[in-house]
């Protein structure tokens, strides 16, 4: 029986999971896919990385910083842009002096932070929990493999929505845990990675863009630019708002769900962005929490020691989830002592 199962592979659970294997615990990870990052996605396209998923990284607090500044220590992440241009229907604008501030990006794609903070962690991919349980003061979790896993605690990592349709009847003696989590509300989204011809000048205001008040449009930006060395041409990532999303999300021709964006991004910039030379669509169902819990973890000794963690929890960004997953194993040690 292991001492804590952590279900899911994103920010927060690796970072819960290395806190936890450092205070000498058992742990295992399991993730649904087949790899790890979570929203921290990338896909390898014509020869180069595009993240797909999360864009960026912001540091404010002081131990997110001095992870950061490790991480650039080791070439994961470099600076990327302190510019956050904003477009409307009235054009491109600069950011005001106060929002500008480093972000950084990953020159081999985002993933590659949860790959380091996956290294010597034992992580079960491809792997869906279907069902828990519990019995004897531990949880049961039953794998779409039709495996068992035996856990004296658990430290759940996955969106609200998802987690409730697993753990929503066996926490009838926790209601107040599952109202905090009923409250959470998640938005979708909809990401266009598109490629254009190499003759294309690329102004540098295009490489991060934050659309303002847009019906269609959320964020657009120049992907290349995180990887110039490894780009032949012009890679783009465009983000769609919560509300185009949500009457998107049940098409079933992905070209339809996301040519919209292509023509809106032709609209505001250049008329050529409506036409790459390829391009793909990924829809994210839980994109970014809208309502969150307000709290950096949830947990409950009743019936059997559980956490909830993620950035649905403390905020809606990847810091948010570092910290999320930090006080997640904190929480969870502190529950098994008990």
Known sequence: MKDVIVIGAGMAGLTCAQQLKQAGLDVTIVEKSAGVGGRMSTRRLQGTWVDH???LISAK???????????????IVSEWTRDVYRLSADGLRPPEADARHQ???CPSGMTAIAKYLANDLTIINNTRIISVNHCDRKWQLVSDRNETLETAAIVSTIPAPQFLPLFENVLALAPSFLQVVHAVKFAPSVTIMAGYNASHHIPDEWRAIQC???????????DS????????QPVFVY?????????????????????????QVGKLLEKWLANPEWWQVHRWRYAIAEEWAGVSCLSTKVPVPLVCAGDWCAG????????????AAESAIELLKS
């Open 103 to 105: 972000r950084y990006c």
């Open 239 to 263: 983000q769609s708002s919560a509300e185009f999303a949500k009457q998107s999300m049940e098409e079933p021709d992905l070209e339809i769900a996301g040519k919209p964006l292509l023509n």
């Open 61 to 75: 607090s002081d131990d997110f910083t001095r992870f950061v500044r490790k991480l650039q220590d080791k070439g």
């Open 316 to 327: 809606k960004n990847i810091e948010a989830a570092y910290h999320s997953g930090l006080a």
């Open 225 to 232: 630019s995180k990887h110039a060395e490894k780009s032949s």
């Open 53 to 55: 998923g999360a864009q």
């Open 212 to 222: 303002v008040d847009d019906p269609i449009l959320n964020w657009i930006s120049y």
